[in-house]
């Protein structure tokens, strides 16, 4: 079964407009992190979270163990924006793998 | 810091034929991860390393797959006879230490099998 689910699977977003992705955890996460893969197919560091909340200028990340969901929220929107989201998490049982979520698609136009 | 390095970036090989993936981890980082990414399985872990022994392959397919690490700036990946299923990319990834830190991922190794 699917041991990170993450929703949406695709998200088509105007510039200058706000919104979130989820993932929610079948598994004893101890640790999420949050990629960025671009068109050529490399996947950038957004976040790392053990359980609360971090913001990098218009990416907000928030994980919460207990509930076991951790959310990205995008402000303002760019270009730029666009790409393939996917949460990992570490599970508690699993070692160091990451397991990963299907990702998210978000298209961002003018 | 060139980050993680993979190579060669793209690979193609005939059906039945070996293959060689290389990875070189961030200076300093004493865990090694690999990947694969296909469109149907999505990002699946296959085996890790931290400071050059096998701790975790339970990713691994059975066959025909092999992993080494024989020095902390290089590990490598091995697909014997390789099948048209093995096409993917195989991410390689590092990180400082122990659980709980952060996993930096390299470009990838495009592998087609004909």
């Known amino acids: 079964g699917d041991k990170v689910k993450q929703s949406p699977s695709a998200l088509s977003l105007q510039e200058g407009t706000n919104s979130a992705l989820r993932c929610n955890f079948s598994?004893?996460?101890?640790?999420v992190q949050w990629f960025l893969q671009n068109p050529r197919g490399s996947l950038m560091n957004l976040f790392y979270?053990?359980?609360g909340t971090k913001e990098n200028g218009r990416l907000k990340s928030a994980f919460d163990s207990k509930e076991s969901y951790s959310t990205l929220h995008i402000r303002d929107a760019q270009l730029e924006d666009s790409g393939t989201y996917f949460c990992?998490?570490?599970?508690?049982?699993?070692?160091?793998?990451?397991?990963f979520g299907t990702g998210t698609t978000v298209s961002v136009s003018p | 810091n060139a980050g993680v390095i993979q190579t060669p970036r793209h690979k193609v090989t005939g059906k039945g034929q070996e293959a060689t993936l290389w990875c070189e981890p961030i200076?300093?980082?004493?865990?090694v991860f690999w990947y694969r990414q296909t469109i149907v399985q999505g990002l699946e872990f296959l085996t890790y390393?931290?400071?050059?022994?096998?701790?975790?392959d339970s990713g691994m397919p059975k066959e025909r797959f092999s992993a080494q690490m024989p020095n902390q700036s290089h590990s490598t990946l091995k697909i014997q006879s390789t099948q048209p299923q093995d096409s993917a990319v195989y991410l390689c990834?590092?990180?400082?230490?122990?659980?709980?830190?952060?996993?930096?991922f390299g470009p990838g190794t495009r592998l087609t099998v004909l």
């Open positions: 990834a590092s990180s400082p230490d122990w659980g709980g830190y952060e996993q930096y």
């Open positions: 598994i004893a996460a101890t640790t």
């Open positions: 979270l053990v359980p």
């Open positions: 990992a998490a570490e599970a508690r049982q699993g070692g160091r793998a990451l397991i």
């Open positions: 200076s300093g980082h004493s865990a």
């Open positions: 390393f931290r400071n050059q022994a096998p701790i975790d």
